[in-house]
């Protein structure tokens, strides 16, 4: 039976990543809080180095490698903000990185990766496996697979995140947190549990992709068809080993929201508050509004994920938000 990682992992990260990621700052709004009745607290993972939050995971994973393992190199598959952590906390270890990318990534999130050094193999996410394809080339050459959740090493990596939002709010009585393959989830709920023992963590997934929510309805894993939604990054079929039984003791719910709320929340980070949010690290602020009576007078956090978005399909879809 395979360990599961703690706090004492997510602390052992922190220490790993010092000097390397940013302590990213925690942003409030007045006006949404108005909305809303609530003291929300914004975790600008959008303001990370590589625009998102997988940089931690993917740093202290490659870090805690051995010296062989690091000579040899390591490979990962991503839809974009896996494979730019990676890419770039392998050049900062000078660690030669392979990514398996999907053609349809963002044109942004496949330039960034390659400026980082990392070589790009490219497959069709909705005919080919890109698991399987990972494999095979992690067998051919001795490359260390760095996934892009299902590892202890990167859901504490992961976890830092909330430690440090923690760290700077004090304790919080909800927590909302983007959910894909459940990496900054368990996470943070690894971090939340420790710093806020009475701390309500919910996860928010794409409508079209709630994997984890029939998941956790269900009480063991649920595999779905690969989901059609602006959130790629939150395009994944199911919860991983590792991820799901930490969600399944720590966390309280998953929500889900569609395409449309995703867009209103891009529109406020935009126009409120100044900041880039890409659909996918919209998740948790829409998934906050959707629930508004639970927030009464309580203290929010908010994980913004990523920034990482095409800056044309940015503008296509506040243009369509608008007609």
């Keep these: 039976m395979q360990t599961l990682p703690t706090y004492d992992d997510v602390v052992a990260a922190a220490e790993r990543i010092k000097g390397y990621a940013h302590r990213t700052p925690v942003l409030r709004s007045r006006t949404i809080d108005a909305q809303l009745g609530a003291s929300l607290y914004f975790k600008c993972e959008n303001l990370q180095r590589i625009g998102a939050f997988k940089f931690r995971g993917a740093f202290n994973a490659i870090a805690a490698l051995d010296s062989a393992h690091r000579r040899a190199g390591v490979i990962a598959f991503s839809s974009g903000n896996h494979a730019q952590g990676v890419a770039l906390a392998a050049s900062l270890l000078k660690v030669k990185a392979t990514i398996v990318m999907p053609l349809d990534a963002p044109a942004a999130k496949l330039a960034a990766t390659r400026s980082y050094g990392a070589q790009i193999v490219q497959y069709d996410r ?37 430690m440090e939002l923690m760290q700077e709010t004090g304790p919080l009585d909800l927590l909302f947190v983007c959910l894909g393959g459940g990496g900054l989830l368990s996470g943070s709920a690894l971090a939340a549990r420790a710093l806020a023992p009475q701390c309500r963590i919910y996860g ?75 659909p996918t690290g919209c998740l948790s602020l829409a998934g906050a509004s959707s629930v508004k009576d639970l927030l009464q007078g309580k203290r929010v956090g908010i994980i913004i994920s990523g920034g990482n978005v095409d800056l044309a399909n940015f503008c296509a879809l506040l243009g369509a938000d608008t007609q």
């Design 126 to 162: 909705y005919t080919e496996d890109r698991a399987a394809i990972t494999k095979a080339l992690a067998q051919e050459h001795g490359y260390t697979l760095i996934p892009p959740y299902d590892h202890p090493d990167v859901i504490a990596g992961q976890g830092t995140a909330t």
């Design 204 to 278: 928010v997934e794409p409508e079209a992709g709630n994997d984890g929510q029939l998941s956790l309805r269900a009480g063991h894993i649920v595999h779905i068809d690969m989901p059609k939604t602006i959130a790629d990054g939150a395009q994944t079929q199911f919860l991983g080993n590792y991820t799901f039984p930490i969600i399944a003791r720590e966390v309280a719910d998953i929500l889900t929201v569609t395409d449309q709320q995703l867009v209103q929340a891009m529109r406020f980070y935009a126009e409120r508050m100044k900041i880039l949010v890409e």
